[in-house]
């Protein structure tokens, strides 16, 4: 099957719509709303994402599948702990898969990003574990502030810390890219140590 371009525009939408429609929906209504509203959202940003591509990406189908799973619960229960406990599930689920493919020597980040990033398998190794301890870290991180703090604190927290640390983490990354870049091993005497 052929797949059609995604402009830039569509692809941030797909990823971004979701998570600010739930902030929106939140703050003109209640969190019981926003989450029916990123519910319905993140289905039609993948229905978007398989148009393009023919294929469902492995990291957001896994995300809708827990967005539906803890989203339905929420809103059949009217209990809002099962929404707060989605991040914290994602990020342990992302946590363990890195991992277990690190114990049977695969790395699941390199098969993401090779993509956009051309690592020796060093490169991806150490990546796989910053990514791994990153999850560990938001999950343990979502779990202290919904269990202590405020909704209203909780949902900032989701939209704008948790992408800000992301963002943050990933921009910490670039020397880790640069130094075991394919290009740059190639450019570089193999005697050099790091």
Not at 21 to 34: C, R
Not at 121 to 128: A, F, P, R, V, Y
């Amino acid at each position: 099957m052929s797949t059609r371009k995604m402009h830039q525009g569509v692809k941030t939408a797909t990823e971004m719509g979701p998570i600010l429609v739930f902030f929106g929906f939140y703050y003109l209504y209640d969190l019981i709303t926003a989450t029916a509203a990123i519910m319905v959202t993140t289905i039609v940003a993948l229905a978007v994402s398989y148009y393009y591509e023919r294929k469902l990406p492995a990291m957001p189908l896994i995300t809708a599948i827990v967005v539906m799973v803890f989203g339905g619960l929420t809103l059949y229960l009217n209990d809002e702990t099962f929404i707060k406990l989605k991040p914290t599930i994602i990020y342990a689920l992302f946590a363990v898969t890195l991992g277990a493919g690190l114990a049977l020597g695969k790395s699941f980040v390199k098969i993401l990003f090779s993509n956009f990033w051309d690592l020796n398998d060093e490169g991806w190794k150490k990546l796989t574990v910053r990514l791994m301890l990153f999850f560990i870290g938001m999950a343990i991180a979502n779990e202290v502030i919904w269990r202590n703090f405020s909704t209203e604190l909780w949902v900032n927290a989701k939209v704008f810390g948790f992408t800000i640390a992301t963002f943050v983490f990933f921009m910490s990354q670039v020397p880790l890219i640069t130094r075991h870049g394919n290009a740059t091993n190639e450019e570089t005497d193999p005697s050099d140590s790091e």
